[in-house]
């Protein structure tokens, strides 16, 4: 008699009739996993792989990536140019050049009446670098606004400024490689198994390998804290405390690397003196952490031969977001850990072109981390363009977060939105539709044309998106990877880079500026922009990107004369003493006073609100709420609630409940478990009308990067379930 194994039938992987693989590289998260998708004899993608020989992944992907190829044809697409005269009537199609010429119209009219920088554009982390570039160039050297900035501003400002305080410049040090050569990982607000799976799984095995400390300071117990040797739960928006004790530990026991400090930084005994203040004991009052826990992670990460560090949104997303990126900036720089395998600073970025929109947009200022303030940058890029350099404003405009609250305030007049969707994403919905409505025009550029801010635009421009475009992205690593148009936009829906290229005609008549076409002729001109600069790609093409499944910055023309293999390009950075980005090659260590200015729970509101991801869901869900195999796992909003609580408030699992804060209320299902502290619940945020009525979202005075994590809320239970129960599917949205 057969037993076991033997009499189960065998797996069957169904045949989906691939005839042709193709390459890209995922759209989703900041991973950067190389991904090849399946084309059925009729050219339709029917399946996604991991690429095997792809340095990042391995072969492997995550939920997202699998699934990835059923975008094309989900639910919602824009396929049509839209138009209408007031936001709440009905849309009417329209032609292309109806739509453009309305835009570009609409610009002039507006600045003419208003002024220069009446009129805002707003871009995001998700979009192909070359068009980030072409946009930029459009925006700065043509239309010429200086509120111009991208959803970056809710994701990684924060570590952008708290990188440019610490070194000099913007631009993570490190790489997923560090995971093999460090003796002690300490993961600050990063929740890496559900939001980047694949550098999750680097770090794991690479850990299982060699068994290295993993300290993990989150509020939460996620799952990364419950694989971590220590976890410490801090008390939400105090972990520049922890860090100060930390130093204070390692100064008082001489655990700093003295040589380092002396050779490659300034400012050692204005950091010794702040922190001499946050002895252990002092600080556990603050931050939730017990006296003995902050030495013994102290010691364990001063004295451990590499230290790295990585972070996420747990510590941008705070109104100490920069402080606390250069809190871990200087405990990397007093104990020597930059720039040194296994030792190292390591910002896990968000979206997957985060890092692009950071290099090329020209948000914060010019191409390649050139800045607005610098006389020699803006006639650099003027000569470069063929304008004059006096058209550029000479420092830099509004972040996001402030155009919202300008135009709430009827300073800005016009906007156009392109790949980001903000009446789901930025704090305070209430107060983000009082400011949409102030607008005489508003255009919406996104892939789908049933995004909740299309509510309040006048022209909608439906776009292609990820494997429908052709460009790169940089991944966290500075790994530079490409997308390849393996199927067209929906209907007449046009990739990114065309829009760009259609409107920049209308405001460049003369054909002064030039606009390449295509894609591999934007990324060899921002190559001519970055020689000899930080971020130098001069050794790269598309070719060759795709021929080594990315590679990372800086990879420069010499190397690649010299014969150098582009993985040699740019593993990390800052590997010798005084390559810091400061005029004196020397890094900053910053004292970090701790000021404590968040919203705390009370006794009205006593409940912390803590706001973040699924696994299976991305963002405003306009792409993973209509993939059934993504939205099955969590299709309605809901809270992770202390079982204690719950019992407290007569809550059983399963039944509704609606919280409310200062800014409005929601409604969620609650759903009882461990993970979270009885005094906190953990909200995702990607059900719309749901997180962020709730949340304040005060903004870091550097970055002015929203708090999304910290906000305090009461939890009311609810009578009437069924009532609950519709209202919570009308959120489903889809
Ligand atoms: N599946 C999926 N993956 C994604 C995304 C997605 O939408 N879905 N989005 C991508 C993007 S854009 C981003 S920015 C990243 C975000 O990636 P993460 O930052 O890892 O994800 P979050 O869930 O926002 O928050 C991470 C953790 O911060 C913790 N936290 C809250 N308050 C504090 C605090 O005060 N201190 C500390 N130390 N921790 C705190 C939370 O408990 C949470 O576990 O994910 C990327 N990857
Ligand atoms: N409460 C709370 N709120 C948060 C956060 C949190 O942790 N808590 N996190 C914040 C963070 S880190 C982030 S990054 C933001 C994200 O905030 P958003 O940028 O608003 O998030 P998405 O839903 O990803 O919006 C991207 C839009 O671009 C569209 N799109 C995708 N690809 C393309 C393309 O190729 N072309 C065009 N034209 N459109 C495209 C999508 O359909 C979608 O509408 O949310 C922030 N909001
Ligand atoms: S880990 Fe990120 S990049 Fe990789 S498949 Fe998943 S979503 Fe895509
Ligand atoms: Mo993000």
Sequence with gaps: MLFGRKRKNPIQIADKGVVEWKYATCGYCSTGCSIEVGLNGEGRPVASRGVADADVNRGKLCLKGIFEHELFSSAGRGTQPLMRERWHEEWRPADWDTALDKLHDEIVRVQARHGRDSFAVISTGQLLTEEFYTLGKLTRGLIGTNNYDGNTTLCMSSAVSGYKRSFGSDGPPGCYEDFEHTDCLIAWGSNLPEQHPIIYWRMKEAQERRNFTLIVVDPRVTMLAQNAHMHLPITPGTDVVLMNAMMHVIFAEGLEDKRYIEANTDGVEALRAEVAKYDPVTASKICGIDEDSIRVVARAFAKAPAAMQIWTMGINQSTHGSDGVVGINNLALITGNVGKPGGTSLSITGQCNAMGTREWSSCSGLPNHRYLENARDREEIARFWNMDPEFFPKQRGMFQTDIYQAMEAGQIKGLWLIATNPLSSLPNTARIRRAMEQLEFCCVQDCYQDTESAQYAHVYLPAGTWAEKEGVMTNTERRINLVKPLTPPPGVAKPDLWIFNRVAERF?????????????????????????????????????????????????????ERGEAPPQGGKRLYTADREFRYSDGRAKLIPLPFIDNNEVPDKEFPVWLNTGRLIEHWHGRTKTGKIGNNNKFSPIPFIEINPDLADELGVQRGEYVRMVSRRGDAVAMAQPTQRVPKNMVFLPFHFFDCANRLTLGLLDPHSRQPAYKQSAIRIEKIADQIAAAKLSMEMRRF
């Design 508 to 560: 460049n008549r003369d054909a002064r500026v030039k606009f390449p076409e295509k894609a591999a002729d934007v990324f060899l001109e921002m190559g001519e922009l970055s020689r000899g600069r930080l971020a130098d790609i001069s050794g790269m093409n598309h070719d060759l990107i795709e021929k080594n499944r990315g590679i990372q910055w800086p990879y420069t023309a010499a190397q690649r």
